[in-house]
């Protein structure tokens, strides 16, 4: 395979996770008796641009079809992030009612209806049916198309050029992340901001985050590859933030190299000298990671045989793509978790891919009190230990996986 960017041949391997099927591939009872796809789940590193990549194996629409059930708004603490940034982007920026936003990736408008409130113009794009349709309700206007360079190009032929982009969680699943970096070159005024959102590759290395690794999530993103990347296609980054959000996220906030006039405020070369030393531009930082991963794994996989030996009623809790890597990862069925918990009403009575581990709500946790609970969203588990403290005072514990097996 070749680097997406750069197109070298790909020779080093960060990890190899086996196989798994799409993370989002949610199967329904009938789907059952059916038989699913699996595939390789392997990352790969450009030594040319080091852009980490999952290895190619599926049309991105194969994937992301309109029954993706993934819906930002159920989790609580990033609807208030969205609202934070909404805020904290309006001031600095000035954006006010001749203004244009423009969110790609805007999922079901937890972030654009923050942006409608202050009487913003805005626009999504989302190509997801399910979650587009949701936005609307909210009142905002989506096109529900794949963002690239046409697209980008059609939207400011079209008199709608953005002051304000806005891509979260959205540059690592782009198979082809040149043009849609391009994209955004074009749709922005002449000094418009890009700003871009992905959890960072050095804080997967460092955390053990194997499980944020699937085929949807294509590129595992540093300050030194997206640098180049952006560079590439006619973007410039001029500072970076550093967020918790997703285990340890970057805030990269770009605009046109042709005529935007941003300063830099050193942030971007901080980050970047960071990277360096921490080996991010070699081999070796990726050395040992398969073990770790591996170790990980087993751990789980002997905790939840010991559970079911002693006669523990083990659940988890948070059907998402990171649950699924894990569940796959280690082979775990049924017999070992019984059930998942999610608050998504779409994914409640579904299956989890792989491990066909069914999803239930809430209630089911009140009603049949497990033992011992595993957090799989492991960024949420404040969150979720919060929600359930009820079943924390009656004995059950919190536990999570990664980056070791602990007791929350
Ligand atoms: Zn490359």
Redesign the pocket.
Known sequence: MN?R??S?RLGLQMVDLGSAPPSNAYLTREALDRPERWFPLRVLV?E??W?AQTQDFADAHELFDGSYAYFSSYSSSWVEHARQYVDAMASRFELGPDALVVEVASNDGYLLQHVKARGIPCLGVEPTASTAAAARDKGIKVIDEFFGTSLGRRLAANGQAADLTAANNVLAHVPDINDFLAGFAALLKPNGVATFEFPHVLRLLDGIQFDTIYHEHFSYLGMLSVDRVMRANGLTPFEVEELSTHGGSLRVFAQRTDTGRHQPNGSIERLMARERSAGLDSASVYAGFQEKAERARDELVMFLIEAKRAGRRVAAYGAAAKGNTLLNFAGVRPDLVRYVVDLNPSKQGKFMPGSRIPIVGPETLRHQRPNDLLVLPWNLLHEVRAQNDSLAQLGTRFMVAVPRLTEA
């Open positions: 680097c960017h750069c070298a450009c040319e641009c852009l």
